[in-house]
C-alpha cells in the first residue's frame, strides 16, 4: 500500500513539473563545465572528436588522433574519455582503444600523461589533454613509460623502435604481440 502511494505520488510530480513535456534532467556542475570546455575546443587539424552514444552523453566520448609527424606519421589512433560528474576536480579518465607500440601507452590502452595524473589542476580542460595526447606521438617519452620494453628500444635503438611502429601500425607482430592495422 505504502508503494502504490509512492508511485501515485512520483507520477503526480512528474507530470506537474512536465507541463506535457518530458522532464528535464538537471547538469551536474562538471557537464556544464564539460559542456563549456566541448563549445571551446580548439583541436588541431589532425584530430577529431565524436559521441557514439549521442550528444546527450557528453560525459563520454572519443578522440582520434592522426600524427602528421615523427614516428607515428599516417596513423590513427581512437582514445576514449570518461568524465565523472565532479569534473574539473577529477581528471578524466583516457584509454586508448587502439593497440598502439608506444613507451607511454600499455599495451591495455592505460596512458601515462602527467596531466591526466599527479600534475591534474581544475584550471585545465578537454583541449590541453588532446594536445598532450597529439605530444605523445609526436614527442614519446623513454623516461617515464608504461611499456617498459618499448621505452628501452626507443632509448637505446631509436632506428629499431621506428621499424617496430611502423611494423606495428602496419598490422604485424613486435615481438609476441599482435597489432591491428592502424593506417
Not at 111 to 118: D, F, G, Q, T
Not at 132 to 160: C, I, Q, S
Amino acid at each position: 500500500m505504502i508503494k502504490l502511494f509512492k508511485v501515485k505520488e512520483k507520477q503526480r510530480e512528474l507530470a506537474e513539473n512536465s507541463n506535457g513535456r518530458p522532464p528535464v534532467k538537471k547538469q551536474s556542475a562538471g557537464e556544464l563545465r564539460l559542456h563549456k570546455d566541448i563549445s571551446e575546443l580548439n583541436l588541431p587539424k589532425t584530430c577529431s572528436i565524436s559521441f557514439p552514444n549521442g550528444k546527450d552523453d557528453l560525459m563520454n566520448f572519443e578522440v582520434t588522433i592522426r600524427p602528421d609527424d615523427g614516428y607515428y606519421l599516417g596513423g590513427t589512433f581512437t582514445f576514449t574519455f570518461h568524465i565523472s560528474s565532479i569534473y574539473p576536480h577529477e581528471a578524466p579518465k583516457v584509454k586508448c582503444k587502439t593497440k598502439v607500440y608506444h613507451p607511454n601507452i600499455d599495451l591495455d590502452g592505460n596512458v601515462c600523461l602527467n596531466i591526466l595524473r599527479e600534475d591534474w589542476k581544475p584550471v585545465l580542460n578537454i583541449n590541453t589533454i588532446i594536445y598532450g595526447l597529439y605530444h605523445l606521438f609526436t614527442e614519446p617519452n623513454h623516461e617515464d613509460p608504461l611499456n617498459r620494453e618499448a621505452a628501452a628500444v626507443l632509448r637505446d635503438n631509436p632506428k629499431m623502435f621506428e621499424s617496430n611502429v611502423r611494423r606495428a601500425m602496419a598490422g604485424g607482430y613486435v615481438g609476441q604481440t599482435f597489432f591491428t592495422r592502424c593506417i
